[in-house]
Nanobody, 124 residues
Framework: QVQLVESGGGLVQAGGSLRLSCAAS????????MGWFRQAPGKEREAVAC?????YYADSVKGRFTISRDYAKNTLHLQMNDLKPEDTAVYYC????????????????????WGQGTQVTVSS
């Protein structure tokens, strides 16, 4: 049974930092594209950062967020610095076995597996 379990969310003041983690189990995800998406109330789910042979970052998080993965532990991380109120959302971990191009990285429909999400709230 494939599972993606996120952790590390919480409440932080603007300018603060959080580190999200995603523990993957049920198979080895080393060949998968993995990513972080987020969804704020009333908004569509959007890609934040994705990683495989290369990385993708949304323009809104470039220079503030860093995605990384530990292949040995089958985990994915998102280091979030200089957080802003507009970063408030539920953050989801996702994995895709079918993505072949960088252009596909930010497309939520390309991902096969999703975690349950972790809430990140940034106060002003």
């Amino acid at each position: 049974q494939v599972q993606l379990v996120e952790s590390g969310g919480g409440l932080v003041q603007a300018g603060g930092s959080l580190r999200l983690s995603c523990a993957a189990s049920g198979r080895t995800f080393s060949s998968y594209v993995m990513g972080w998406f987020r969804q704020a109330p009333g908004k569509e789910r959007e890609a934040v950062a994705c990683v495989s042979w290369t990385t993708y970052y949304a323009d809104s998080v470039k220079g503030r967020f860093t995605i990384s993965r530990d292949y040995a532990k089958n985990t994915l991380h998102l280091q979030m610095n200089d957080l802003k109120p507009e970063d408030t959302a539920v953050y989801y971990c996702a994995a895709s076995s079918t993505i072949l191009t960088l252009r596909q990285f930010p497309r939520a429909q390309e991902y096969d597996y999703w975690g349950q999400g972790t809430q990140v709230t940034v106060s002003s």
